[in-house]
């Protein structure tokens, strides 16, 4: 049985846009990736990723990283009201574009953070994170005041992301297998 097989079987999905194993992606690459959420490009994104590690002799570098995105939004809305509200607000679109001929965009755009309201139009419950620093579209059609105050909530976001509390870094090894929600975000270190 093959890997893609394999995870149909294991977890029940159907083959779909959004279902199956990508190989030629920067995730693969010697680079390294900030903590993001695969797949905003998509209308839906990613909800469960498994990530394996075939080979790694004579490597160094490449652990990953994970970062609870549900906790860092709450923190977000603790520390920084208004960059929250204006995460929940503000809507663009994702895109995947890196290889030839291929573009990929959701069929509307969305904020980063999803959050329910209550009766009386408060945010509740954080339902869904969508961030890609490298699979952001122009944000055509916005008002300049919005997107100022976009990357001024972002600037906060990520320096939220990047604390060494939120922070969780492992080194995946030949055998062992990592699968997560789309609520925790995921990067990894340079390698070779």
């Known amino acids: 049985m093959d890997r893609d097989d394999g995870l149909k079987e294991w977890t029940g999905l159907i083959n779909g846009q959004a279902v199956g194993t990508y190989d030629l992606i920067c995730a693969y690459t010697q680079l390294a990736l900030a903590a993001h959420t695969d797949t905003t490009y998509f209308t839906d994104p990613a909800g469960l990723q498994t990530f394996h590690l075939l080979s790694h002799t004579n490597g160094s570098g490449g652990a990953s990283l994970l970062v609870d995105g549900f906790a860092a939004a709450e923190r977000l809305r603790a520390e920084s009201p208004n960059a929250f509200e204006d995460l ?21 755009s969305f904020p980063v953070i999803t959050a329910d309201k209550n009766e009386s139009g408060e945010r509740g419950q954080v339902t869904q994170i969508r961030w890609n620093n490298d699979d952001r579209a122009a944000m055509i059609g916005l008002k300049s005041e919005d997107v100022s105050r976009f990357y001024a909530a972002a600037r906060k976001w990520v320096e939220i992301l990047r604390r060494p509390g939120s922070e969780c870094w492992m080194q995946l090894e030949p055998g062992k297998v990592l699968s997560k929600s789309s609520r925790y975000k995921s990067g990894n270190l340079p390698g070779v």
């Open 88 to 108: 929940c607000r503000i809507k663009f679109r994702g895109h995947s574009s890196g290889n030839e001929g291929i573009a990929i965009m959701p069929v509307q």
